[in-house]
């Protein structure tokens, strides 16, 4: 999954953007409206986490060009503000939800997850491919009765995957949402990590993750062709 994170103090988007790689997702960053509304234009994201005060345009406004633009994108406001009409500010703009600083890191991970159980491609949190077990909540995965210990980014490709299990991905789709604007697209990572996971969910009976030559790759549940 692919985040943008839209905050100017310089130190909590640090934080941020180090907590959410930690787990698992790709993040950017802008410090503005004015890159916000670019990276939003240019990029994919899953969900968008917004600070209210930035510099010009504000979140709301940013908000409500993303939904002028009918980008149905999960929007998270963050501001230091609590008053009720600035709540309803910030909802009414088209916001999908609100946290008021100072918060807690675990209680912000609560809230993408929520947001991103929203949406079309997300809506199951437990997902089921073959004999393979993702819990999306908790990042557990089983293989039968037998956990898979990932890392964070093996698990985000593995969850990318599995959400559209069946259908070819190709390389430029998981780079969007595996990894963020720092990907370099002549690397090999994407084929790195595609290995790893190969050596850690598949056996000699099965092979779950199917390369599609010039195309991409399919995750598919045992015995399909």
């Known amino acids: 999954?692919?985040?943008?994170?839209?905050?100017?103090?310089?130190?909590?988007?640090?934080?941020?953007?180090?907590?959410?790689?930690?787990?698992?997702?790709?993040?950017?960053?802008?410090?503005?409206?004015?890159?916000?509304?670019?990276?939003l234009a240019t990029n994919t994201y899953d969900a968008v986490i917004l600070d209210i005060m930035i510099p010009a345009p504000n979140g709301l406004e940013v908000c409500r060009q993303m939904r002028a633009a009918r980008l149905s994108t999960p929007v998270l406001m963050l501001t230091a503000r609590d008053a009720i009409d600035d709540r309803i500010k910030g909802l009414d703009c088209g916001a999908d939800d609100y946290?008021?600083?100072?918060?807690?890191?675990?209680?912000?991970?609560a809230r993408i997850r929520?947001?991103?159980?929203?949406?079309?491609?997300?809506?199951?949190?437990?997902?089921?491919?073959?004999?393979?077990?993702i819990e999306t909540g908790s990042h557990r995965v089983m293989r039968g009765d037998?956990?898979?210990?990932?890392?964070?980014?093996?698990?985000?490709?593995?969850?990318?995957?599995?959400?559209?299990a069946g259908r070819v991905i190709s390389r430029s789709e998981i780079?969007?949402?595996?990894?963020?604007?720092?990907y370099d697209p002549f690397s090999n990572v994407i084929e790195?990590?595609?290995?790893?996971?190969?050596?850690?969910?598949?056996?000699?009976?099965?092979?779950?993750?199917?390369?599609?030559?010039?195309?991409?790759?399919?995750?598919?549940?045992?015995g399909k062709p």
């Open 192 to 222: 790195v990590y595609v290995n790893r996971l190969r050596r850690k969910i598949d056996d000699d009976a099965s092979h779950r993750i199917v390369t599609r030559r010039n195309e991409g790759y399919v995750l598919r549940d045992e």
């Open 175 to 182: 780079a969007e949402h595996v990894w963020d604007e720092n």
């Open 114 to 133: 929520a947001l991103l159980r929203r949406a079309p491609i997300s809506a199951q949190p437990t997902l089921h491919v073959g004999d393979l077990t």
């Open 99 to 109: 946290l008021v600083k100072p918060f807690a890191f675990n209680e912000l991970l």
């Open 146 to 164: 037998a956990e898979v210990v990932l890392t964070s980014k093996e698990y985000a490709l593995l969850e990318y995957l599995a959400r559209n």
């Open 1 to 39: 999954m692919r985040l943008l994170v839209v905050e100017d103090d310089p130190r909590l988007a640090d934080v941020l953007m180090r907590g959410l790689r930690e787990e698992g997702y790709a993040v950017d960053a802008a410090r503005d409206g004015s890159t916000a509304l670019e990276d």
